[in-house]
């Protein structure tokens, strides 16, 4: 079975999250979107309402679920029997810290990562961008799924 963690802390879960998803569905048996906790590091949405999030964006896929871990993302792995880390990259700053990331769990633990190239249309978006536009009043609407809604 290709079973498959796409991690990160998901605060919030953007388009860009959401298409790097949807496009490793038929790649993989199963997604399992990880959001880490981190406790050095302030979140703008509390953990269940980041999970809340992602839950109802893919309410309607059976092959994804959302868990939360803290450690290395290679533990959690082989903790969940998953052989596969699916990213997205964005831009060439993304490849070269993902790639140096991917060869340390590869050597580890012999686990691959997967790259898939964001869409060009939400090649731009990322979760601090998404942060800085709702802090403003902007129309964050426009950049994250539509689960994704600040009262």
């Known amino acids: 079975m290709r079973k498959a963690i796409f991690p990160g802390s998901f605060d919030p879960i953007t388009l860009g999250h959401e298409d790097i998803i949807k496009r490793g569905i038929p790649l993989f048996d199963e997604i399992v979107i990880a959001i880490g906790v981190n406790a050095e590091k302030k979140y703008m949405f509390p953990l269940e309402e980041r999970k809340r999030f992602i839950e109802e964006t893919f309410?309607?896929?059976?092959?994804?679920?959302?868990?939360?871990?803290?450690?290395?993302?290679?533990?959690?792995?082989?903790?969940?029997?998953?052989?596969?880390?699916?990213?997205?990259?964005?831009?060439?700053?993304?490849?070269?810290?993902?790639?140096?990331?991917?060869?340390?769990?590869?050597?580890?633990?012999?686990?691959?990562t997967v790259f898939l190239l964001t869409a060009a249309s939400t090649s731009y978006i990322s979760s601090s961008i998404v942060r800085d536009v709702l802090r403003h009043g902007g129309e964050y609407e426009l950049l994250v799924p539509k689960a994704v809604r600040v009262k």
């Open 59 to 112: 309410k309607d896929e059976p092959s994804v679920s959302v868990i939360t871990y803290e450690g290395l993302t290679i533990d959690l792995c082989k903790k969940i029997g998953a052989n596969f880390i699916l990213r997205g990259l964005r831009n060439p700053a993304d490849f070269e810290f993902e790639k140096a990331i991917a060869h340390t769990n590869r050597h580890l633990s012999k686990i691959e």
